[in-house]
């Protein structure tokens, strides 16, 4: 939101839903919900500039292990039973005509932000079915024929959720429903704009006024063209996707690692995550990925050195699986995760 429209209050009151959130009271948290609505706050610039500033802060303090699991679901429910109370705030001025389904892939269980993009759709006079979190793809695919939609707003928050938005735009051109427009959310979308294209979408947003804006701009444009093929190396990865965990897991444990169960899920979590990336054909997004590991996995047990190994270990079951140009392409991401490791290593090591 504009600086210039921002009161003074503001950090004030940011502070306080923050204090009210890590204490867990929820009557804390309506105090400052009301002061904000005294100071004249929009129910919008409550979404934006206190509920959403403060869901961020409690993921990076639950990152550092520095609020719980419990604290973080306290948080997350207090956000949505008040988002719930401000709803009727969100009361339109005039019917907007148009029709927008909204809601989560599968698998992603971050909801809010959708809900959120649903309420500033809902002020803004469309008729809105937000559907929540983790849809099925041929439900939301459905519904949007059944309302005659004009759009379709997904959330994908998680790296790994992001082929399921490809699958998405897919899907409703295999129903005959391509002429309907996507856009897309979520914190990968927010830090590289670029990847709506990369995924077939027509456009994306950082926050519930962008994806207004944006939904506009594509409303205006002209309507989509069929979505690119999917790329060789994620379709070859996705078939090996088992053996390759296996293999790798079975390296470390030959090199003396332990922890089997562990291990398996990691490699089954990296392996989703070079899916999206070779997906959206942009190794980068695999950089963030690196450095919140190295921040959080500490927590749950697992050394940066530990983290280096298996990485390597990964990457060579990657090479020894995958031969051939697709294979090139998937192990040079693999690569990449490797040399972020070291990076990540001698950086926290200084000169
Ligand atoms: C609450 C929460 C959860 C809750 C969610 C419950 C719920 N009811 O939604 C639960 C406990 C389920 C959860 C689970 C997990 N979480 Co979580 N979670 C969060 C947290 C703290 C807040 C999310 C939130 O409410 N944000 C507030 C909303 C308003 O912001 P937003 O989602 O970005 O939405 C805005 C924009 O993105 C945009 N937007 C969103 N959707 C759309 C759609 C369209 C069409 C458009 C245009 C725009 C748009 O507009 C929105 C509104 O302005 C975040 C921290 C964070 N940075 O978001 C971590 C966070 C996202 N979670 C994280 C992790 C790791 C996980 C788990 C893997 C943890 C685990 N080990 O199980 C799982 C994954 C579950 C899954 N498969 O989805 C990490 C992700 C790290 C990473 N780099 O990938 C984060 C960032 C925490 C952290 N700092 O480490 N989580």
């Not at 996507?182 to 830090?191: C, D, H, K, L, R």
């Amino acid at each position: 939101m504009s600086s210039e429209t921002t009161p003074e209050k503001l950090p004030a009151l940011q502070q306080a839903y923050l204090d009210a959130m890590l204490a867990g009271s929820g009557r804390a948290a309506d105090r400052v919900v009301e002061g904000a609505l005294d100071a004249q706050l929009t129910p919008q610039r409550i979404y934006l500039d206190l509920f959403q500033p403060t869901a961020y802060a409690i993921g990076r303090l639950w990152q550092r292990n520095q609020v719980s699991v419990a604290q973080e679901h306290l948080a997350t429910a207090i956000i949505e039973r008040q988002m719930g109370e401000l709803h009727p705030l969100f009361r339109p001025q005039r019917e907007r005509g148009r029709t927008i389904v909204i809601g989560c892939v599968p698998d992603e269980w971050h909801r809010v932000g959708a809900r959120m993009v649903a309420d500033f759709f809902e002020a803004a006079g469309w008729a809105v079915h937000y559907l929540g979190a983790a849809v099925p793809t041929r439900d939301l695919v459905a519904i949007t024929r059944e309302t005659g939609a004009d759009l379709v707003g997904v959330s994908a928050q998680m790296l790994f959720n992001l082929p399921r938005v490809d699958e998405l735009v897919r899907a409703l051109d295999a129903a005959g429903l391509a002429g309907i427009p996507v856009i897309a959310g979520g914190m990968p979308f927010s830090e590289q704009p670029g990847l709506a294209a990369a995924l077939n979408v027509r456009g994306s947003g950082a926050d519930a006024a962008a994806a207004l804006a944006v939904a506009e701009q594509v409303l205006a444009g002209p309507v989509t063209a069929h979505p690119a093929a999917p790329g060789l190396a994620a379709a070859a990865l996705e078939r090996l996707r088992e053996r390759l965990v296996h293999e790798a897991t079975a390296r470390c444990l030959a090199a003396g690692d332990s922890g089997e169960a562990l291990i398996r899920a990691g490699f089954g979590y990296t392996t989703k995550m070079l899916l999206a990336a070779l997906t959206a054909g942009a190794p980068e997004l695999l950089d963030g990925q690196v450095a919140w590991g190295n921040e959080r996995q500490p927590h749950d047990g697992v050394t940066p050195a530990q983290m280096l190994a298996r990485l390597t270990h990964y990457a060579a079951a990657l090479h020894t699986l995958m031969p051939g140009p697709e294979g090139a392409t998937a192990a040079a991401y693999a690569d990449r995760l490797v040399a972020l490791q070291r990076q990540a290593m001698a950086a926290r090591l200084g000169p």
